[in-house]
């Protein structure tokens, strides 16, 4: 089973129908995402954190960011 932190050191996000559908807003909220947490030091600690601040900084709900997340996982649970 693939976890999160998994997909964001190997940025498999980016290549997929899951990030493809997204909007725009979203794809550059989720590209934020993938750098706070890909810099800072614990990945798991932090990634909460990361959703929270870049979903305010590009008024996007916090929801919809983690929602990408759960069916980015699914997508490449299933190939």
Request: proline share 1%; hydrophobic share 35%; net charge negative.
């Amino acid at each position: 089973m693939q976890k999160v932190s998994q997909l964001i050191q190997t940025q498999q996000a980016f290549n997929s129908n899951s990030y493809n559908n997204l909007t725009p807003v979203l794809k550059e909220a989720i590209n934020d995402v993938m750098k706070l947490v890909k810099n800072d030091g614990n990945l798991l600690m932090n990634f909460e954190n990361a959703i929270e601040k870049v979903a305010e900084f590009h008024n996007v709900n916090k929801d919809d960011i983690e929602e990408y997340f759960d069916d980015e996982l699914k997508e490449q649970i299933e190939e």
